[in-house]
């Protein structure tokens, strides 16, 4: 992705990748519905719903560029593809079991060898650090990719157009108003986040012609965001504190798909950077994958020296807090990229 026609893609995911960082500052505010106060979990809301397009993108991004692919044999694809994210992410997940077992030693926890490896291999297998499940999900995207990739690549646009139809279809059939009229037919082999590298794959391929394509794009953006906060709003208003489901934030929800659909036409069709900017973009996103691993360790150590979202008003809060933890962290990864093997290690 270093030639600048490209730029689009790299400009991508580094907002994919600001995004998921913003998100999860945002993100416990939702939970604090009814307890913190009405404005501030507006705010947290608002900008919450604006990036819920992040992992979507990802996604969408690794069917654009991996899918597309060919490559000599399955054993150079998953050297290639499953090894490059695979040390990063056993390195940063020691770092995450080794800060938790330094905490649980330094309150006094006493635990045997033993029961410290237990520990070890419980946190390899659930995820070292909540956000982590994604690379657990990309993995087994990954796996699933060679197989996928011969079909798509023989396949003709109706082909494509009709797993993404059905797959668009089992986003909508457990939505309340279609369950009840929807036939019980099986459709669990199109469904899930499988849909994501398929669509960005096909997105990237067409192109489409029509008038005022920015405006309808912009439009469409700002109507699934809306869709989001206001629908979020009224379902947290109608369940109470204690029952709080965040399904309009879900990434297989039909107004984040959109959201990410419109945003990914919108960088393909309108977004390229001049050789002064695109160095610049193009440092953030080739340590994107470092930044996503390492960030949430950053935001811990912000929020002990007193910064978070309600360090001063959220407005401001929030997104200071955001491009703080994403330059550090993405400069923490540059410098271990430095270091003797660090390239293999750092994401």
């Known amino acids: 992705m270093k030639n600048e026609n490209y730029s689009w893609i790299d400009s991508l995911r580094v907002l994919a990748t600001f995004s998921v960082i ?38 969408m991004i690794s069917g654009a560029l991996i899918l597309s692919k060919t490559y000599e044999s399955l054993r150079d694809y998953l050297k290639k593809r499953i090894l490059r994210i695979l040390f990063p992410f056993l390195f940063w997940s020691t770092i ?29 297998k659930v995820g070292a650090s909540f956000h982590l499940w994604y690379i657990y999900l990309i993995i087994g995207l990954y796996l699933f990719f060679p197989i996928i990739g011969k079909w798509i690549n023989k396949s003709s646009k109706c082909e494509i157009e009709y797993f993404i139809g059905i797959w668009l279809i089992t986003i909508l059939a457990p939505l309340p108003f279609v369950r009840e009229i929807f036939p019980k037919i099986e459709l669990r082999y199109f469904s899930g986040f499988i849909g994501f590298p398929v669509l960005g794959y096909y997105l990237n391929k067409i192109s489409f012609n029509f008038n005022r394509k920015k405006i309808i794009y912009i439009l469409s953006i700002l109507t699934g965001i809306l869709i989001t906060i206001f629908g979020t709003f009224f379902d947290s208003k109608h369940r109470g504190h204690f029952e709080l489901d965040g399904g309009f934030y879900s990434y297989l929800s039909p107004n984040v798909i959109l959201v990410s659909i419109v945003i990914f036409l919108l960088f393909k069709d309108f977004v390229q950077f001049g050789t002064k900017t695109f160095p610049v973009i193009l440092f953030f996103s080739k340590y994107s994958y470092g930044t996503y691993l390492v960030h949430i360790f950053v935001l811990v150590i912000l929020a002990k020296v007193g910064f978070s979202y309600a360090f001063v008003n959220p407005i401001i809060g929030i997104p200071i807090t955001s491009v703080l933890c994403f330059i550090i962290s993405t400069l923490i990864v540059w410098g271990v990229n430095k270091l003797p093997l660090g390239k293999y290690i750092s994401g």
């Open 22 to 59: 913003l998100m999860h500052i945002t993100v416990e505010m939702f939970y604090q519905y009814g307890s913190i106060p009405n404005l501030d979990w507006w705010t947290g809301n608002i900008f919450d719903s604006c990036v819920r397009f992040c992992v979507p993108i990802f996604l």
């Open 96 to 124: 995450y079991i080794v800060k938790e077992l330094f905490l649980k030693f330094n309150q006094g926890e006493y635990m045997t060898f033993t029961e410290v490896l237990k520990f070890i291999i419980f946190k390899l």
